[in-house]
C-alpha cells in the first residue's frame, strides 16, 4: 500500500481565516514533506520531517507552520494567506534507505483558494 | 546547486509514434526519478534511476540513465491517448529529502 491521504481536497478560506490542511499515512516511512504547485508548474519543496523532527524549511513565510503530531500525520497551519498563496498543496512521504530517502510518495493534495 | 533541465516542454504527438523527453542536470545527482502528473490531480512515481547504464520500462515507457552525460531519458513507444499527462524529472542531492525538478514536459497524444 503506497497511500498518502490529505484532507480537505478543497479549500476556501479568505486572508484572515486559519485553517489547517491535514496528511496521513500508515506505511512506516519516516520522512514527510509539504510542496506548493502552483497551475503548470513543478512542486516547489516547503518543509520536511523526518523522524518527527522539522529537518528543512525552505524559508518558507511564517503565515505557514507545519506540525508533525506523530510518524504518520502532518499538518499544515495556515494563518493570514494572502491570493498569491492560492495553489495545489501536495504531502509526500517516503521511508529510510542507507544513507538517506527513497522515493517520495505523493497524496492527492489540497487545492486552496485564497480570497 | 543541483538545477534539472527537460525538454521539450511540449510534445504534441500522434497515437502510435515514437518520442523522448529528455532531461539533463547540473551536478552529481545521487538518483534519478520520474513522475507523471494528470491535471489536477497528484504526481504518481513511475521510475527510480539509481545507477549508470540503469534501464527501466513499464508498458510504453523507458527510462535510462547516463550519469557522464548527466542525462536521462524517458522513451514513448506506440504512443496512445492515455499517455497524455505531464512527466516531470527529478534529482535529488545525496539523501534524497530534497528533490528538485524540471519544468515538466506537457505530453498530448492525438488521436
Known amino acids: 500500500d503506497t497511500e498518502v491521504t490529505q484532507t480537505p481536497k478543497h479549500l476556501v478560506m479568505g486572508m484572515t481565516n486559519k485553517k489547517s490542511l491535514k496528511c496521513e499515512q500508515h506505511m512506516g516511512h519516516r520522512a514527510m514533506y509539504w510542496y506548493k504547485q502552483k497551475a503548470k508548474k513543478p512542486p516547489e519543496l516547503m518543509f520536511v520531517?523526518?523522524?518527527?523532527?522539522?529537518?528543512i524549511n525552505e524559508s518558507v513565510p511564517s503565515r505557514f507552520s507545519p506540525e508533525c503530531p506523530n510518524s504518520s500525520l502532518l499538518n499544515l497551519h495556515l494563518h493570514a494567506l494572502q491570493p498569491e498563496d492560492s495553489a495545489l498543496y501536495l504531502c509526500?512521504?517516503?521511508?529510510?534507505?542507507?544513507?538517506?530517502?527513497?522515493?517520495?510518495?505523493f497524496g492527492p493534495g489540497t487545492r486552496l483558494l485564497v480570497l | 546547486e543541483l538545477k534539472v533541465e527537460q525538454n521539450p516542454l511540449f510534445l504534441s504527438m500522434q497515437e502510435g509514434k515514437n518520442y523522448t523527453i529528455y532531461c539533463n542536470y547540473s551536478?552529481?545527482?545521487?538518483?534519478l526519478y520520474w513522475y507523471r502528473q494528470d491535471p489536477g490531480k497528484s504526481l504518481e512515481s513511475l521510475f527510480v534511476l539509481l545507477s549508470n547504464g540503469a534501464v527501466k520500462q513499464e508498458g510504453r515507457l523507458m527510462a535510462s540513465l547516463d550519469t557522464k552525460a548527466r542525462l536521462s531519458t524517458l522513451h514513448i513507444t506506440a504512443a496512445v491517448h492515455d499517455l497524455s499527462a505531464t512527466y516531470f524529472c527529478?534529482?535529488?542531492?545525496?539523501?534524497?529529502?530534497?528533490?528538485?525538478f524540471g519544468e515538466g514536459t506537457q505530453l498530448t497524444v492525438n488521436p
Open positions: 520531517y523526518s523522524y518527527e523532527k522539522l529537518s
Open positions: 527529478a534529482g535529488s542531492e545525496t539523501s534524497g529529502s530534497r528533490l528538485t
Open positions: 509526500a512521504s517516503s521511508q529510510e534507505r542507507t544513507g538517506g530517502w527513497e522515493t517520495q510518495y
Open positions: 551536478t552529481t545527482s545521487d538518483r
